[in-house]
Structure formats: structure tokens, C-alpha cells
């Protein structure tokens, strides 16, 4: 049972690229979670979706889209990184009607 | 909206020793649950403690204990018997009950035990 995994772990990017976050799990959780952590600051949600095909926006989803076709996978995009990106990104998932969130080890992202 | 505080960025303590670190939120809600997350050098977030704002009794887990007072807003973590392991950001959070149960976190406390 991995839980929760998240591909890649560290990535750079220039200013414009474009890239995918890809968080799984195996866990058949409904919910799934976005965050981003940054320096001292502690995690803010990005998106989160309540299951397959739905999506919502959290508290700072400006410049990341998100998709939830499947129900074990939650796909972060950035379409033009900009600096202000770099960070590290969290992805969560719960059952429906529990509260117990589950994290993934992160992914580091530098955004040049 | 729900904010919550810690007002103590670092801290340390002596191995074996106790240690309290704070949390304060706002909120108007009356249901909901708060967390202690804990955040070692790998970065995982682990989940410590977790208390429901209905239940008086205060949460426990091994060494890890809660105080819980819900009129003044605050949520206290206890560390007990320290241990070198137990050095880490540690988070506390806030999530109000009902759909998609979103978790609103503090700024952290860095957490130091000394040999």
C-alpha cells in the first residue's frame, strides 16, 4: 500500500514553461487536496476535488488548473510558471466523511 | 474565514523535558476539528493529534497531549519525555465540518530537542 505519491519529487522550470504535478493513491479516497507550502508560511490550498470529473478552487488557485479524471489520480498544472511558483507542493487525499487528510512527500518546484 | 496563529516560530527543548507549543484560530463556526501536524526534515506532514471542538475531554496519543479551550479559541500541543525524533515544524490546523472538509493551517513552529 504506497498511500499517497507524487511525480516528480524535485523539478526546475523556466519562467513560461509549462508542466504537470501528478499525485496518486491507492487508497480509494474520495477527496483530494492541493497545497502549496512556502517559507515560513504553512500550507495553502490550491484546489481540492469531492470526487471523479469535480473540482474546486481553494484558497490561492490563481495560475493552476487541475483535473480529476480518474478517481485515483489528481493532476496540478502549471501552464506558464512564473517565479512566484517556486515552492513546494502537497497533495492530500481523505475519505468522504472522514477528516483525516493523508499527504504525499512533496514535490519541490524552482521556477527560474 | 478561519485564521489561525501560532505565535512562536522556534523553539527548543532539553531531551527528556516537556515542552507546550500554542495555537490560537478565529473562527464562527461551532463544529469542526483541529490538528497537530508534524513536519520532520523529509518533509512528510504527519499527522499527531486531532481533536473535535464537540468533545470536552482533551485528545491523546502516547506522549502527545491537547489543551483544548474552546471559548478562548486556543489549542495547546504537549510534548512529554521529548525525544531527539520529535524535532520538526510542527502544524497546527484548522478544518470546519461539512463537504469537501478543507484544512486551514498555521505559519508553524520549528521545534528543536537538544541532546
Known amino acids: 500500500n504506497a498511500g499517497v505519491t507524487q511525480t516528480p519529487k524535485f523539478r526546475v522550470l523556466k519562467t513560461g514553461q509549462s508542466m504537470t504535478l501528478l499525485c496518486a493513491q491507492d487508497?480509494?479516497?474520495?477527496?483530494m487536496y492541493w497545497y502549496r507550502q512556502d517559507p515560513g508560511m504553512g500550507l495553502r490550498l490550491i484546489h481540492y476535488?469531492?470526487?471523479?470529473?469535480?473540482?474546486a478552487k481553494g484558497e490561492v488557485p490563481d495560475g493552476y488548473n487541475v483535473s480529476r479524471l480518474k478517481k485515483q489520480n489528481f493532476l496540478l498544472g502549471l501552464e506558464s510558471a512564473a517565479p512566484s511558483q517556486t515552492s513546494v507542493y502537497f497533495c492530500?487525499?481523505?475519505?468522504?466523511?472522514?477528516?483525516?487528510?493523508?499527504f504525499g512527500p512533496g514535490t519541490r518546484l524552482l521556477v527560474l | 474565514a478561519q485564521t489561525v496563529t501560532q505565535s512562536q516560530p522556534e523553539m527548543s527543548v532539553q531531551e527528556a523535558e516537556t515542552v507546550t507549543l500554542s495555537c490560537t484560530y478565529d473562527t464562527s463556526e461551532s463544529n469542526y476539528y483541529l490538528f497537530w501536524y508534524k513536519q520532520p526534515p523529509s518533509r512528510q506532514m504527519i499527522l499527531v493529534i486531532r481533536?473535535?471542538?464537540?468533545?470536552?475531554q482533551n485528545a491523546t496519543e502516547n506522549r502527545f497531549s491537547v489543551n483544548f479551550q474552546k471559548a478562548a479559541k486556543s489549542f495547546s500541543l504537549k510534548i512529554s519525555d521529548s525525544q531527539l525524533g520529535d524535532t520538526a515544524m510542527y502544524f497546527c490546523a484548522f478544518m470546519k465540518t461539512g463537504s469537501a472538509r478543507q484544512l486551514t493551517f498555521g505559519s508553524g513552529t520549528q521545534l528543536t530537542v537538544l541532546p
Open positions: 481533536q473535535e471542538a464537540y468533545k470536552q
Open positions: 487508497m480509494n479516497h474520495e477527496y
Open positions: 492530500a487525499s481523505s475519505r468522504s466523511g472522514q477528516e483525516t487528510q493523508y
Open positions: 476535488s469531492v470526487g471523479e470529473g469535480t473540482t
